[in-house]
Each structure stands twice: as C-alpha cells, then as structure tokens.
C-alpha cells in the first residue's frame, strides 16, 4: 500500500484530509493537497494514538484512521542479495553472508519486519554485533568480567538481566546474531520463538543459526516502535542503543546502516 506524504495530492489525500476532520486534527483546507497543514495533522494524530510520528499516512496510520483493512508495510526483502549485504559487510567473508542470509530474511519475514527501516536495523545490528555473518558467544571482557574474577561475574548479579547469581552471568552470556543477553531474554524471546523453556535449559541453542536468527528478530520486533522513531528522527546512536544498551559498534553498526539505506530502495 503506498504511503501518503507531503507535496501529494489527489482524490486519496482529500479523503485522509476529511477523515483527519472527523477525528477532531484539521488539516487545514479540504483541498486534496498533502501541505504542511495536513502533515501537521498528521503528526497529531500519530502522537495521539501512538503510533510512530512520522507525518507520512502509511499502512499503519491510515488502518488506524479507518481508511485502509490491510496494514501490512511494504517489503523490501527481495532487495536484499548476497551482493547488497556483501557491500554493507566490507570485511566479511561473502560465503558466511551465502550461507546465513537466507535465514535472516525469512525469520524477518515471520515477524513482519520486512520494511526498509527494520531490515536495515537487523542488518547493521548484525554487522555491529557479529561481523562474521554468523552467530558468536561473547567474549571475556572489562564489562564482563572483574580483574581475577570467575568469567562473566559482572553479569552474575544483574537484576536487570534476571540473573541470580554465580554462574548465571556465563550461562547466560551473550549469543547469536544480536548478542541476547541474561536470563529474562533467554526465557522471554525462547518462548517467543516456540522454544518454551528449552533455551533456558540449553542456552547454546542460540547460536544455532537458525534459531540465532529467530531470537533476532523477536528481540527487534519487541522494540521495533521505539526503534523506528529513533530512525524517524535521524538519531542512529539511539536506535543502536534501544538494542546493546549504549554505543558498543556504533561505527559498523552506523556504517552498515548507510550503505544499506543508499542501496535499497
């Protein structure tokens, strides 16, 4: 379904115009011409009813206002080839990118975050995370492990991960494609993806491929608002952030991000 955005006009503009009206955010004039006006209203509406403040009258935002049963975004994954990615992944070996994308896509694909937006972020969380195209453990590091300390102790106590304790913060270290971290993620996004509690009792299961790709997704999908408006407003350290939690591959993720977004359409 394609959008509505500033400097468009016609029959369908007039109709989100008098729509708009209804729902008490004028747009202005009546006159079928997507102005600042009608994005003004636009963007009210958004903010009212949650949805991301984008001024554009997408899917979502015309489904919401009763315009439109369908609001499915646009898909851009059959963009997405071995030879795009390979350009976004300069160091990486094209076979790992061969043989894992397929992977990506499709567990993208299964939670509906096809769009140009959410396929990117995946990707350059990928390049940011793993730039090896394939699912990784964490490594012993300063933010990980005390000085003399046992592996991972530092993610021992970490309430905000779920751990309890020794052990849990090597048990539950980070894995996969975006590096899920602690015990509340493995349980949340291991029942998510129709794993139960196997993930839990098995936490290496996410680094199987298939599988690290699914927890990807799932972690992207339950951020994927706050995500998208981070994106909106050009602030790609945030969006990074609502993902790893501060600014660790900003530079690849940010670079990926960019030749991606000049790549596909």
Same mark, same amino acid.
């Given at each position: 379904? &394609?959008?509505? /955005?500033?400097?468009?006009?016609? /029959?369908?503009?007039?109709?989100?115009?008098?729509?708009?009206?209804?729902?008490?955010?004028?747009?202005?004039?009546?006159?079928?011409?997507?102005?600042?006006? +009608?994005? !003004? &209203?636009?963007?009210?509406?958004?903010?009212?009813?949650?949805?991301?403040?984008?001024?554009?009258?997408?899917? #979502?935002?015309? &489904? !919401?206002?009763?315009?439109?049963?369908?609001?499915?975004?646009?898909?851009?994954?059959?963009?997405?080839? %071995?030879?795009?990615?390979?350009?976004?992944?300069?160091?990486?070996?094209?076979?790992?990118? /061969?043989?894992?994308?397929?992977?990506?896509? =499709?567990?993208?694909?299964?939670?509906?975050?096809?769009?140009?937006?959410? %396929?990117?972020? *995946?990707?350059?969380?990928?390049? =940011?995370? +793993?730039?090896?195209?394939?699912?990784?453990?964490?490594?012993?590091?300063?933010?990980?492990?005390?000085?003399?300390?046992?592996?991972? $102790?530092?993610? $021992?106590?970490?309430?905000?991960?779920?751990?309890?304790?020794? @052990?849990?913060?090597?048990?539950?270290? @980070?894995?996969?494609?975006?590096?899920?971290?602690? #015990?509340?993620?493995?349980?949340?996004?291991?029942? !998510?993806? @129709?794993?139960?509690?196997?993930?839990?009792?098995?936490?290496?299961?996410?680094?199987?491929?298939?599988?690290? *790709? /699914?927890?990807?997704?799932?972690?992207?999908?339950?951020?994927?608002?706050?995500?998208?408006? !981070?994106?909106?407003?050009?602030?790609?350290?945030?969006?990074?952030?609502?993902?790893?939690?501060?600014?660790?591959?900003?530079? #690849?993720?940010?670079?990926?991000?960019?030749?991606?977004? &000049?790549?596909?359409?």
């Amino acid at each position: 379904m &394609a959008s509505l /955005k500033e400097d468009d006009s016609g /029959k369908k503009v007039l109709k989100l115009q008098r729509r708009l009206q209804q729902m008490g955010f004028s747009p202005g004039d009546l006159d079928g011409e997507f102005g600042p006006s +009608t994005r !003004a &209203a636009v963007l009210a509406y958004q903010r009212s009813e949650g949805l991301l403040v984008d001024g554009v009258a997408g899917p #979502r935002t015309r &489904a !919401a206002l009763g315009l439109a049963e369908d609001d499915t975004l646009t898909s851009v994954i059959p963009q997405v080839t %071995v030879t795009v990615v390979s350009r976004m992944f300069p160091l990486t070996p094209t076979g790992n990118i /061969k043989q894992h994308l397929q992977e990506v896509l =499709a567990a993208l694909e299964e939670k509906e975050l096809g769009d140009k937006p959410m %396929v990117l972020m *995946a990707l350059a969380t990928i390049r =940011a995370e +793993t730039e090896g195209f394939v699912p990784v453990g964490e490594g012993i590091s300063k933010y990980n492990t005390s000085p003399n300390g046992h592996p991972f $102790d530092l993610y $021992d106590n970490r309430r905000d991960l779920g751990n309890n304790g020794p @052990g849990d913060g090597e048990r539950f270290k @980070g894995r996969g494609f975006i590096q899920l971290t602690g #015990r509340d993620n493995y349980r949340t996004h291991g029942v !998510a993806i @129709g794993l139960g509690e196997q993930l839990l009792e098995t936490p290496a299961l996410a680094n199987d491929a298939v599988i690290a *790709a /699914k927890l990807l997704a799932s972690f992207l999908a339950d951020r994927e608002r706050a995500i998208k408006q !981070a994106l909106v407003d050009g602030d790609l350290a945030q969006a990074r952030k609502l993902v790893n939690g501060g600014a660790h591959g900003l530079d #690849r993720f940010t670079e990926a991000y960019r030749i991606g977004n &000049a790549l596909i359409a």
